[in-house]
């Protein structure tokens, strides 16, 4: 049996809490279907013990090994035994993605980031990888829905309320290419540009849709618009995924309101976690750390090991 088939099982009877962004209806959605993606897997014996999805894509010639579009983490997936003990965890962890890291192919250019929270730094930094860091704000749902609000900074209480008595929150998935639009528009103001096309966001939401695991939140005034955001969850994390403020509305509570709705949500759903998926970003970092989650740094793999590559870069930066 192929990895590919044998992850695919492993996905659907949902053995493992997996995250959304590594299950395999995400990877077709993503990578343009079935042959877009691979697999790594890792064994003990005839036990799956860990996974690692990957894409490989090839630009000037040179094979380059990254999370696919419209993924924000993808890394190495341990499946842990149900009577290991915590001690054991971490060297069982080291051991099966050693195990991985031996699987995956051999590719002169990397930039990979993982989920939030690994750890195994050690073994990447002995394989001579560069290690970038970024950076993300976890909130835990296990309080009372009253003591998660209480944590958010003064301000953002007062903006929510504000906005509740003034706005409306409805589920309208068609609002697809509104929210890409008002995104566009602010990308240009920062001389920036959208990594996808409209079509490839239509097909991942078609997915989430699916598989009941994403939607779209929209923040209304007198019928006007105000903020849209593309909410995604799996088992246990709920994911602010995307979103933007209508640039000729007159609020920026909205965005504020919608954050909140979607933690409502993810706690009704049973979700562990909110993931603010943060930004480097000054202003961006600041509004989500005014929702009281704890900053928590991912990993992002890079190699840079071929010489058009480093050209291609530094005629970039020349420009």
């Given at each position: 049996m192929e990895t590919q088939e044998l992850y695919?099982?492993?996905?659907?009877?949902?053995?493992?809490?997996?995250?959304?962004?590594?299950?395999?209806?995400?990877l077709d959605a993503v990578c343009d279907g079935a042959s877009g993606w691979q697999v790594a897997l890792a064994f003990r014996g005839e036990q799956m013990v860990g996974a690692w999805p990957y894409r490989v894509q090839h630009r000037l010639g040179v094979s380059i090994l990254r999370n696919p579009r419209l993924s924000p983490y993808l890394g190495p997936l341990v499946f842990y035994p149900p009577d290991l003990k915590e001690r054991y965890q971490d060297a069982y962890e080291q051991e099966v993605t050693e195990q991985l890291l031996g699987s995956l192919p051999r590719a002169p250019i990397w930039r990979l980031s993982l989920w939030p929270g690994f750890k195994q730094l050690g073994l990447f930094t002995q394989r001579k990888f560069a290690i970038g860091v970024r950076q993300t704000f976890l909130l835990g749902l296990q309080q009372t829905e009253a003591a998660i609000f209480a944590g958010f900074k003064e301000a953002?209480?007062?903006?929510?309320?504000?906005?509740?008595?003034?706005?409306?929150?409805?589920?309208?998935?068609?609002?697809?290419?509104?929210?890409?639009?008002?995104?566009?528009?602010?990308?240009?103001?920062?001389?920036?540009?959208?990594?996808?096309?409209?079509?490839?966001?239509?097909?991942?939401?078609?997915?989430?849709?699916?598989?009941?695991?994403?939607?779209?939140?929209?923040?209304?005034?007198?019928?006007?618009?105000?903020?849209?955001?593309?909410?995604?969850?799996?088992?246990?994390?709920?994911?602010?995924?995307?979103?933007?403020?209508?640039?000729?509305?007159?609020?920026?509570?909205?965005?504020?309101?919608?954050?909140?709705?979607?933690?409502?949500?993810?706690?009704?759903?049973?979700?562990?976690?909110?993931?603010?998926?943060?930004?480097?970003?000054?202003?961006?970092?600041?509004?989500?750390?005014?929702?009281?989650?704890?900053?928590?740094?991912?990993?992002v793999l890079q190699k840079e090991k071929h010489w058009l590559w480093r050209l291609s870069k530094w005629l970039r930066l020349r420009k």
């Open positions: 695919r099982i492993v996905c659907q009877e949902d053995v493992v809490a997996m995250p959304v962004f590594a299950q395999a209806w995400w953002t209480r007062r903006n929510i309320r504000a906005a509740q008595g003034t706005m409306t929150v409805a589920e309208e998935p068609d609002a697809l290419e509104a929210l890409l639009q008002f995104q566009a528009y602010l990308l240009e103001g920062k001389g920036l540009h959208q990594a996808f096309s409209l079509a490839q966001a239509q097909r991942l939401l078609a997915a989430c849709l699916r598989e009941k695991a994403g939607t779209l939140w929209v923040a209304r005034s007198d019928g006007k618009v105000q903020a849209i955001v593309w909410n995604v969850w799996d088992r246990q994390t709920s994911y602010y995924f995307m979103g933007a403020m209508n640039p000729e509305g007159d609020s920026s509570k909205a965005m504020s309101l919608l954050l909140w709705h979607s933690i409502q949500e993810a706690k009704k759903r049973g979700n562990l976690t909110f993931d603010f998926e943060g930004s480097m970003d000054p202003g961006v970092e600041r509004f989500f750390r005014n929702f009281g989650g704890a900053r928590t740094l991912y990993l």
